[in-house]
C-alpha cells in the first residue's frame, strides 16, 4: 500500500496512529541533528521529521533527499511544539521511521510553489510541472467542480448528454475551419466542427428535447490575446420552448454553478436590450457592476463654435466619480492612453467640477460656467467629479468612451473580482452589413429566428431586423450566446438567400438540415457557454489558459508537445497530399 493518508489529512485527533505517506519533496531543512522533509501531494502539505540521535542511517538518507523526488515516508504522527498556521495539517508533524525513493527527480527548472520564478514560456514547456503548484490546481479541481454541478443542474432538468461528430463537414461560416484530410478518400477532408450546432439542432428534430454537452470546440481564427484554437462550451439546445423559457433555465445554470461552486448568491440577473447596452455602455457586453453610464451631450454642447464637437455626430461623456482632483499630468496621460492606435480617440475633453463648486474645462474658450454647469447637470454630476467627454462618429465614440470606462472603472476600484453580475442582453440585430464582400452576415448565426415584425419581416428593411437571439454578460465578459432557432424549411431558405448563399450553395453546405426541416422540426433554441472563460471569471482571474490543463500559447502553440509539426513524407503519399 503505498499511503494510508494523504498529505492535507492528518489532525491533532491522528496522534499516535502509524502513517503512510506518498508525494513529491517540497522542501529539506536541517537544524541541529534533525531533518524537516515537506511532502506534498494535492491535498495539502505534512511535515516529517527526521532524527540523527534515534535512526542516523534513515536520517542520511533524508538528507540526500531533491526536490521534487517521489517518496513514501511511514511514521508516528506526533503533536508539533511550533505549529503552522498556514498550513491545514500545521498542528502535527509525523515522527519518520521509513523512507523510500519512489522515484528521483532532475532540480525543476522552477519552483513548485504558490509563486513561481518561472517565466511563460519555461512553465509551458514543462506544464506538467506548472501543473504540480497549488494555484494552478486550485483551479483545475475548480473546472472540475463547475463541470460536475453543471451536469447535475441540466440532468435534474431533464437534459441528456449526447455527444456529436468530431469529424464533420466543412461550412465556414464565421471562422475558419481547421480541415482534416480523409486517407480513405483521397482529396477529401472533414472538418472539426466550429459548435455542434446543426447536430444540436438535428436532436431537436429526433426528439431528445433537451440536450446538452460538455464539448470541445475548435476554430482556425487569427489569435487575439487570450483566445484557443480549440475550446470548451457548455452547448444547450432545447425544443418547444420561447426566449424566456432558455433565459430561465439557463441563469438557473448559472446561478446554481455560482451557489455550488462558489457559495455566492449571484441575485437578479437583469436584463438590457442591445441598443441600451450600445446607449449607455457603448458595449454589448457592458460590466454593470459599476454604473457611470454614458451620457449623450449633443444638446447642450453643439452650436458654441467649438468645430470638433459642431462636425460631431455624437458628444458622449462620462462622469467620474471623486476624480475632479486629477493633476494636468494624470489627465494628459488619459488623453494619450485614448490616442494610443487600440483605441484611436482624437482626443479627450474634460471638466472639472471642483470641490467649490467651480467649473473648470479643457475648453473653456467655447463654453462659460453655464454652459458646463448645464452638461454637469445633465450628466448627474456633483462637485468633485471629473467629467470626461468624447466625440465623433457615434460607433466611433461610443467604442472609445467604453473603454475609457472600463479604464476609470478599474482605476477606481470599481471591478472587483470577488464582486460578480450577470446580465442578458438582448433583441441584437439580425444582420449586419460586411462591406468588404458587400453583402449581409448574420451576426449571431444563420440559423437564428428574425423576430416578428408589425409589417412581416421580409418587408422590413435588413437593417431594421433583429434576431431572436440572447448573450448572458458576466462581468462585462460575454459567456453564453444563443438564440430561437428556424424550425421550418421556406423561412430557413430565405435566410441563407438574403445572406446572400445560392440555392446550390445552401443544398450544398446544409440540405441535410433543410431536409430535416421537412420531417416534424419542432420550434426549438439552445445557448452555448464559453466554459473556459465562465471558469476564470468564477477563478478570479484575467487568464483562460490557467484553467486549462494543457493549453496552447498565443501562436497557437503547444510548446510542451512542440505542436503543430510537420508529417511524414509516408503520411503525406497516404493522403494524397503534396508536401511543399
Ligand atoms: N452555436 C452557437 C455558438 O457557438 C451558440 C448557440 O447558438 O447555441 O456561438
Known amino acids: 500500500m503505498y499511503r494510508t493518508h494523504h498529505c492535507g489529512e492528518l489532525r491533532l485527533s491522528d496522534i499516535g496512529k502509524l502513517s503512510t505517506l506518498s508525494g513529491w519533496v517540497q522542501r529539506t531543512r536541517q537544524l541541529g541533528g534533525m531533518t524537516f522533509v515537506d511532502i506534498r501531494d494535492r491535498y495539502g502539505i505534512t511535515q516529517a521529521v527526521f532524527n540523527m540521535n534515534t535512526d542516523a542511517a534513515l536520517c542520511e538518507q533524508a538528507n540526500k533527499l531533491g526536490r521534487e523526488f517521489v517518496i513514501q515516508i511511514t511514521g508516528t504522527v506526533q503533536e508539533r511544539s511550533s505549529k503552522n498556521t498556514k498550513i491545514a495539517t500545521g498542528d502535527i508533524e509525523l515522527i519518520s521511521t521509513q523512507l523510500v525513493v519512489l522515484n528521483a527527480s532532475k532540480v525543476p527548472p522552477f519552483t513548485i ?3 513561481t520564478d518561472g517565466g511563460d514560456d519555461i512553465r509551458m514547456r514543462y506544464r506538467y510541472l506548472d501543473l504540480r503548484r497549488p494555484p494552478v490546481q486550485r483551479n483545475i479541481i475548480m473546472r472540475h467542480q463547475m463541470a460536475q454541478e453543471a ?17 464533420i463537414k466543412s461550412t465556414p461560416e464565421g471562422a475558419r475551419d481547421f480541415v482534416v484530410p480523409s486517407r480513405m478518400n483521397v482529396g477529401q477532408f472533414y472538418a472539426l466542427p466550429q459548435s455542434p450546432q446543426t447536430f444540436k439542432q438535428l436532436l431537436m428534430v429526433s426528439g431528445y428535447d433537451r440536450y446538452f454537452q460538455i464539448v470541445r470546440c475548435f476554430r482556425d481564427e487569427d489569435l487575439r490575446a487570450d483566445r484557443q484554437p480549440e475550446f470548451t462550451q457548455i452547448d444547450c439546445e432545447m425544443a418547444f420552448v420561447e426566449r424566456e423559457d432558455v433565459l430561465q433555465t439557463f441563469e438557473g445554470l448559472l446561478k446554481h454553478i455560482f451557489q455550488y461552486v462558489k457559495h455566492y448568491d449571484l441575485g437578479d440577473v437583469t436584463r438590457m436590450s442591445y441598443n441600451d447596452a450600445m446607449r449607455l455602455y457603448g458595449n454589448d457586453k457592458p460590466d454593470i ?7 449623450e451631450l449633443n444638446d447642450h454642447a453643439k452650436g458654441n463654435g467649438f468645430k470638433v ?4 455626430e455624437l458628444i458622449v461623456g462620462i462622469c467620474a466619480k471623486g476624480c475632479a482632483d486629477y493633476t494636468r499630468k494624470q489627465i494628459d496621460e488619459l488623453t494619450l492612453w485614448m490616442q494610443r492606435p487600440q483605441i484611436g480617440a482624437k482626443g479627450l475633453v474634460y471638466v472639472r467640477y471642483n470641490t467649490d463648486g467651480t467649473l473648470k474645462s479643457s475648453v473653456d474658450k467655447f463654453y462659460n460656467s453655464d454652459d458646463l454647469a448645464a452638461w454637469a447637470k445633465a450628466m448627474n454630476a456633483e462637485p468633485g467629479d471629473l467629467l470626461l467627454v468624447v466625440s465623433g462618429d457615434a460607433a466611433k465614440a461610443r467604442k472609445q468612451l467604453s473603454e475609457l470606462r472600463l479604464e476609470m472603472g478599474s482605476r477606481l476600484g470599481l471591478r472587483r473580482s ?3 453580475r450577470a446580465l442578458w442582453v438582448l433583441d441584437f440585430p439580425l444582420l449586419e452589413w460586411d462591406d468588404d464582400d458587400q453583402r449581409w452576415n448574420a451576426c449571431h448565426h444563420p440559423f437564428t429566428r428574425p423576430k416578428a415584425t408589425a409589417e412581416g419581416w421580409e418587408k422590413t428593411p435588413p437593417s431594421d431586423l433583429k434576431a431572436e437571439a440572447y448573450d ?6 460575454e459567456i453564453a450566446g444563443g438564440s430561437i432557432r428556424i424550425h421550418e424549411r421556406p423561412l430557413q431558405e430565405k435566410m441563407f438567400d438574403l445572406l446572400g448563399l445560392t440555392k446550390e450553395e445552401a443544398e450544398h453546405k446544409f440540405g441535410f438540415l433543410l431536409g430535416a426541416f421537412e420531417y416534424g422540426a419542432p420550434p426549438h433554441g439552445g445557448i452555448a457557454f464559453g466554459f473556459d472563460r465562465l471558469c476564470s471569471i468564477l477563478g478570479g482571474a484575467d487568464s483562460i489558459r490557467d484553467f486549462i490543463a494543457f493549453p496552447k500559447n498565443n501562436s497557437g502553440r503547444d510548446t510542451m508537445i512542440d505542436a503543430p509539426a510537420p508529417i511524414e513524407e509516408k503520411q503525406y503519399k497516404e493522403l ?3 508536401a511543399n
Open 151 to 167: 451536469r447535475h443542474y441540466l440532468c435534474q432538468q431533464q437534459f441528456l448528454e449526447i455527444e456529436t461528430p468530431f469529424l
Open 576 to 578: 494524397g497530399i503534396k
Open 418 to 420: 470577488d464582486e460578480f
Open 289 to 295: 457592476r459599476f454604473a457611470m453610464t454614458f451620457v
Open 113 to 115: 510553489e504558490e509563486d
Open 472 to 477: 448572458l454578460v458576466l462581468n462585462g465578459s
Open 309 to 312: 464637437f459642431d462636425e460631431a
